[in-house]
């Protein structure tokens, strides 16, 4: 039973496109977040939600938008998609905002063409 | 910018113990020290984190300096399947808001 399950674990497509990852925990946790992992394998954090709010936005371009629908879910939309996107996305959660200790999911590869 | 350094690669032999060492002299006195790990294609795994004092689970015992500027994660016993790359971070800012800001970690091979 995974506690953190992204969907879908690969997808290829093409610049300008629009796309969506989703995410669930069956944790109960309150905090949810979303990682970028890059071709050099550098992990940065990209948003951060509590109880479905946003707490968290690092420097990212307004064509990636978070959506919580409860504070179990936080999926990642990004719009006119581009070269550089591409990418592995981790989700993440723990307990509450003030804690480190996170629970990763498996990762979703981005390919863009 | 992450707040540590970590050395890039290490080998460690099997049933030995590896020792992975971590510099992160710019950290505030509130601020933690997480370890983690990333085997390949898996998403980042959390190890064990301290502030001041040594700390010991099941996966690894933390050794943090007094000055609390550096600081040694060891595994007893690596076996082939701790083969990772290893995260040291400083989680910066305090509460609602802090953050874990990944380094470049440091790659362990255990070999047979």
């Known amino acids: 039973d995974t506690a953190v399950s992204q969907t879908p674990k690969y997808l290829v497509t093409q610049m300008g496109n629009d796309k969506s990852i989703k995410c669930e925990q069956n944790?109960?946790?309150?905090?949810m977040y979303w990682y970028k992992q890059d071709s050099k394998k550098f992990l940065k954090i990209m948003f951060s939600?509590?109880?479905?709010?946003?707490?968290i936005n690092e420097t990212v371009p307004n064509r990636f938008s978070p959506k919580s629908p409860d504070k179990a879910h936080l999926n990642l939309h990004i719009n006119s998609l581009e070269l550089g996107d591409s990418a592995v996305y981790f989700c993440?959660?723990?307990?509450?905002?003030?804690?480190?200790?996170?629970?990763f999911g498996e990762g979703s590869r981005l390919t863009v063409l | 910018d992450a707040k540590t350094t970590q050395p890039p690669s290490m080998d460690c032999a099997e049933g030995r113990a590896a020792n992975l060492p971590c510099n992160h002299s710019?950290?505030?006195?509130?601020?933690?020290v997480y370890w983690y790990r990333q085997i390949h294609s898996q998403g980042p795994q959390y190890i064990i984190h301290?502030?001041?004092n040594n700390e010991t689970n099941e996966m690894a015992s933390l050794i943090i300096t007094e000055d609390r500027k550096s600081s040694t994660l060891i595994l007893p016993h690596a076996t082939l399947r701790d083969t990772a790359v290893y995260y040291c971070?400083?989680?910066?800012?305090?509460?609602?808001?802090?953050?874990?800001?990944f380094g470049q970690g440091t790659t362990l091979q255990v070999k047979p």
């Open positions: 993440a959660s723990s307990l509450n905002p003030g804690t480190g200790e996170l629970f």
């Open positions: 944790l109960g946790h309150d905090t």
């Open positions: 939600y509590n109880n479905k709010e946003l707490i």
């Open positions: 710019t950290i505030s006195g509130n601020e933690y």
């Open positions: 301290g502030l001041k």
């Open positions: 971070i400083v989680r910066v800012g305090s509460g609602n808001t802090g953050k874990l800001i």
